[in-house]
């Protein structure tokens, strides 16, 4: 009977070892498949018209607003966190941002909090919303990967002339890569409209670990078929994709260690019967 329960017991530890290991993809699935509902529920609804729309009235008057002001209440983290307009109850998210070569798609929450982005990606206070108009830029913030949910974490495999996909309330909008840049935190100039150009900037942490002392930019123009023009990659580029790479062959290693151990374990117990 106890040599029953000591293999019990050792199947039990072989098993929560492994779901450990494990539970960053077990949670990144969970996580996904939400986001996927919402999503889903986003597609699902036919495009609104714009002509009488409130909300699209509403979001044109603020980003023409924060254009001929020049930005000027975008100063630091705080402006970040503040919701560019107020959506009604029904409404949660300002639509959708899929991005093919990361294999994200993602809910656009209003307001760069910490709880819209546990959720998804965030456009960032005081900057534009994604409306597919000339004189915006729209700031979309996302985690370099959060409890295991992938999110930005693999941003550094866009490249320049790669697609990223907005679908707002009223349509649905392609942008084109256009150039991809490395600052300090603080530097919100670099996220500042330009003039005459519709764009979307992804942002998020970097390096993928070090407490993430920088921020990676994606710069996106909207897509009318132009040429882009390539982008000499920097050292920089290179540093989380590894760190990334070498995080998920040490679990693999890992894993397969456990396993083995166990293994071994669990015979050599049989064999002392």
Known sequence: MKHKLITITGWLFLFLSIGLLLYPEIISFIQQKESDQVVQKLEENRNREKKNDLLYQKSARYNDRISKNGQKDLKDVWSYKQAPIILRNEDRTFGYIKIPKMKQKLPLYLGATMENMRKGAAIMGQTSLPLGKRDSNCVIAAHRGY???????????????????????????????????????????????????DMITLLTCHPYREHGKYRYLVYCERNHGQKIKKQERTQ???????????????????????????????????QGR
């Open 147 to 197: 409890q295991g949910i992938p999110y930005f974490r693999d941003i550094e495999e866009l490249k320049i002339g790669d697609l990223v996909i907005i679908r707002n309330p009223w349509e649905r909008l392609s942008y084109k890569v256009t150039k991809i840049k490395v600052i300090d935190p603080y530097d919100t100039d670099k996220i500042l409209i330009q003039k005459g150009k």
């Open 236 to 270: 920089l580029d290179d540093s989380s994709r590894k760190m990334i790479e070498e995080e998920k062959w040490i679990r693999y290693a890992g894993m397969f260690l456990l396993i083995l151990t166990g293994g071994v374990w669990l015979r050599k117990r049989e």
